[in-house]
């Protein structure tokens, strides 16, 4: 059965603390790992999508890497504006299976 | 380039009642789907629709839930009668491609409160 189990549930941060977030998963046939964003009361917003081992993105302050059974979120001296709950989803034939997510305060 | 928009944005009903949730993907985009997102969770999803047909609703309480993709654009997800196990956020997402894994893109969602 695919599963995505992402750790740690919640993290508290000082404004410039570096951290990373994980994403450990189990699939069958992996078609992408996708990160997303989500603010209280809205939708999740689109972060990166990995393919295969080794790859990296970056978008600001944010280092999406993927290995054969993980991801990880790094995010370097973030602020205030990155609080919010970072997902993981893995994708397999045609649709997403998410995780729980990692709630992420960051305090000024 | 407009997102995916979602109507209504909140919905109080009582147990039992019926509740529809409608949903305008954003144009062109052949895939949609609804996904349920209970609090302290990730989104499950419901339904998936190829232009206007169903690929994929096996995690879709079908005895109560129903939903319809209207023209291959539009659509709309039902729950009749409501249980207070429906309490929930709906979300909804589409994507460009139809028949592979895409990026998903979500609108804002339907936060439902069943008492």
């Known amino acids: 059965e695919d599963q995505v189990t992402q750790s740690p549930e919640a993290l508290r941060l000082q404004e410039g603390e570096s951290s990373s977030l994980n994403c450990s998963y189990t699939?069958?046939?992996?078609?992408?790992l996708f990160w997303y964003r989500q603010d209280p009361g809205k939708g999740p917003e689109f972060l990166f999508t990995?393919?295969?081992a080794g790859e990296e993105k970056e978008k600001e302050r944010l280092k999406a890497t993927l290995t054969k059974k993980e991801s990880f979120l790094h995010i370097t001296a973030p602020k205030p504006e990155d609080s919010a709950t970072y997902l993981c989803?893995?994708?397999?034939?045609?649709?997403?299976?998410f995780g729980q997510g990692t709630t992420l305060q960051v305090k000024p | 380039e407009a997102g995916v928009a979602q109507s209504p944005r909140y919905k109080i009903i009582e147990k039992r009642q019926s509740v529809a949730f409608w949903c305008n993907p954003i144009s062109g985009h052949a895939t949609l789907y609804w996904y349920q997102q209970i609090l302290g969770q990730g989104p499950k999803l419901l339904i998936q629709f190829q232009n206007n047909g169903v690929v994929d609703d096996s995690q879709l309480p079908k005895d109560r839930f129903s939903a319809e993709r209207l023209k291959g654009v539009d659509s709309t997800l039902k729950i009749q009668p409501a249980k207070l196990e429906d309490s929930a956020v709906y979300l909804c997402a589409s994507s460009l491609l139809a028949g592979r894994t895409d990026t998903q893109y979500f609108g804002p969602g339907t936060r439902l409160t069943v008492l």
């Open positions: 990995l393919y295969s």
């Open positions: 699939v069958s046939g992996l078609r992408g």
């Open positions: 989803a893995v994708g397999n034939t045609g649709k997403l299976i």
